[in-house]
């Protein structure tokens, strides 16, 4: 059995990036993205991440 899991990053206007949260699911890490932008305003997007096999982090998508 493989285990997903997501990873949330926080990417400020100045560059900066802070790990929100890891999820197994790609909806809650969607969800966790929306209201990470809509409650802290110094936030420019939020990145998702999703691990692979190798444990390496692909880019799934950029939430802005």
Avoid: Q
Avoid at 14 to 24: A, M, N, P, Y
Avoid at 30 to 53: D, P, Q
């Amino acid at each position: 059995m493989t285990w997903e899991l997501y990873e949330v990053w926080a990417r400020t206007i100045d560059g900066h990036e802070d790990l929100i949260e890891t999820t197994k699911s790609l909806k809650e890490a969607r969800e966790l993205a929306e209201v990470t932008l809509s409650f802290n305003g110094e936030v420019g997007e939020c990145v998702i991440y999703k691990e692979t096999e190798d444990g390496d982090p692909v880019e799934v998508e950029t939430v802005k």
